[in-house]
């Protein structure tokens, strides 16, 4: 079945560091692919999305890129803040069996001053 | 403002008891969903409702039950028979389609005392 893989965390910087969270999905058909971030104690919010290949989705700093040839969605940011401390998911949305949206397991970061 | 609701933010539950989260949305979405989530961890499909008076299993599914009489309304029921049902509980809308998002209540934190 479909499923997404992402790193594992977490993940430590300073801040104005580069930052990359590697995403691998596998799916029959043609998903779109989502970025979600949570907060302590909150629910998720959608980051970025791309809906076909070689989309790039971007948001607040954050941009990833639809890969079909690497099955890859990596989610990138130049220099990033210590309010930038979440956890992050790679998503997508499978249009088999009723339009299930399929989770990575997250990816905390952590954002030192 | 349109959105998803979830009540209350944190409930306590005596062993043995059953209680019901709360989950409504004005989006006018067709698809609603029920996600666990443990400390550290990602997120675990429990139940997911594409239409009213009607839901299916997700991946975890035993030790819960849902209805789904309203469009807007998708109350969960954690019941006795949940053994380990301390965890933080997300609800999640869809309108029906492929490359939708999801949107996402700010969840309930149920702790067993």
């Known amino acids: 079945g479909n499923s997404v893989t992402q790193m594992e965390g977490p993940v430590t910087l300073s801040e104005e560091a580069f930052l990359t969270i590697n995403c691998t999905y596998t799916a029959t058909g043609y998903p779109s692919l989502f970025w979600y971030v949570q907060y302590p104690g909150e629910g998720l919010q959608l980051l970025l999305k791309?809906?076909?290949?070689?989309d790039k989705g971007s948001n607040k700093g954050f941009e990833a890129t639809y890969r079909k040839e690497t099955t890859s969605f990596h989610l990138e940011k130049g220099s990033v803040q210590v309010s930038d401390s979440a956890v992050y998911f790679c998503?997508?949305?499978?249009?088999?069996?009723?339009?299930?949206?399929?989770f990575g397991a997250g990816t905390r970061l952590f954002v030192k001053a | 403002d349109g959105g998803i609701t979830q009540s209350p933010k944190y409930l306590f539950r005596k062993e043995g008891q059953n209680v019901t989260l709360s989950c409504e949305q004005n989006l006018n979405h067709d698809a609603m969903y029920w996600y666990r989530q443990d400390p550290g961890q990602g997120l675990r499909l429990i139940y997911y409702s594409q239409i009213v008076n009607d839901f299916q299993k997700g991946d975890i599914a035993e030790g819960y039950s849902v209805s789904r009489e309203k469009k807007e309304s998708f109350p969960l029921t954690v019941t006795s028979a949940q053994k380990n049902p301390t965890a933080f509980y997300l609800c999640?809308?869809?309108?029906?389609?492929?490359?939708?998002?999801?949107?996402f209540g700010q969840g309930t934190r149920l702790t067993v005392v």
């Open positions: 999640a809308s869809t309108p029906q389609g492929t490359h939708t998002e999801a949107f």
């Open positions: 791309a809906t076909k290949a070689d």
């Open positions: 998503a997508l949305s499978d249009n088999t069996g009723g339009f299930k949206t399929i």
